[in-house]
T-cell receptor, first 114, second 113 residues
Framework: AQKITQTQPGMFVQEKEAVTLDCTYD???????LFWYKQPSSGEMIFLIY??????QNATEGRYSLNFQKARKSANLVISASQLGDSAMYFC???????????FGQGTTLQVKP | DADVTQTPRNRITKTGKRIMLECSQT?????MYWYRQDPGLGLRLIYY???????NKGEISDGYSVSRQAQAKFSLSLESAIPNQTALYFC????????????FGPGTRLTVL
């Protein structure tokens, strides 16, 4: 069974608008972590934001916020005030327990229109 | 200087050749990983190592082997390359802090003809 699901292969957003990228996960481990990474066309993986399963508040990092709904097992990334430089592939990933290794979703390609 | 480096950055090789991809890190992390990225499939774990004496298979280890020569170095080998091993390969490291955040190298683009 898929442990990380990103159902949006591609998304478009107008510059300066907000956009939500969906991610659902499946785990029976009570301790886990959720990550979002950005991969621009140049190929590198850029860490954006982290949410721990025991964190009481939703994570925020500048224009990035994570809408964490534990009961629904969803960890959607919200990008506010989109910029042209936000055009990239975005990956959701999960760490189960303390093992360190990550399980990745298939990614969502975001294109920001001027 | 980059904290996680990979060599080579690009490589074209032929079916049946042995090839080694190298990863070095200056972050002082014990944990290192090798991932493979294929279009539409995200990243998948090949091997991981929690210290020099600890090597573990990941989701897709068949056809690959690894060597952890030192805390800072983790190499991935393809003993006999085949075309479906054409992919983008990433090395990563992580600490054991609160998040276990992974830090990725720039990637190696491998093409097997």
């Amino acid at each position: 069974a898929q442990k990380i699901t990103q159902t949006q292969p591609g998304m478009f957003v107008q510059e300066k608008e907000a956009v939500t990228l969906d991610c659902t996960y499946d785990t029976s481990d009570p301790s886990y972590g959720l990550f979002w990474y950005k991969q621009p066309s140049s190929g590198e993986m850029i860490f954006l934001i982290y949410q721990g399963s025991y964190d009481q508040q939703n994570a925020t990092e500048g224009r990035y916020s994570l809408n964490f709904q534990k009961a629904r097992k969803s960890a959607n990334l919200v990008i506010s005030a989109s910029q042209l430089g936000d055009s990239a592939m975005y990956f959701c990933a999960m760490r189960e327990g303390e093992a360190g290794k990550l399980i990745f979703g298939q990614g969502t390609t975001l294109q920001v229109k001027p | 200087d980059a904290d996680v480096t990979q060599t080579p950055r690009n490589r074209i090789t032929k079916t049946g050749k042995r090839i080694m991809l190298e990863c070095s890190q200056t972050k002082g992390h014990d944990r290192m990983y090798w991932y493979r990225q294929d279009p539409g499939l995200g990243l998948r774990l090949i091997y991981y190592s929690f210290d020099v004496k600890d090597i573990n298979k990941g989701e897709i280890s068949d056809g690959y082997s690894v060597s952890r020569q030192a805390q800072a170095k983790f190499s991935l080998s393809l003993e006999s390359a085949i075309p479906n091993q054409t992919a983008l390969y990433f090395c990563a490291t992580s600490d054991t802090g609160r998040t276990h955040e992974q830090f990725f190298g720039p990637g190696t683009r491998l093409t097997v003809l």
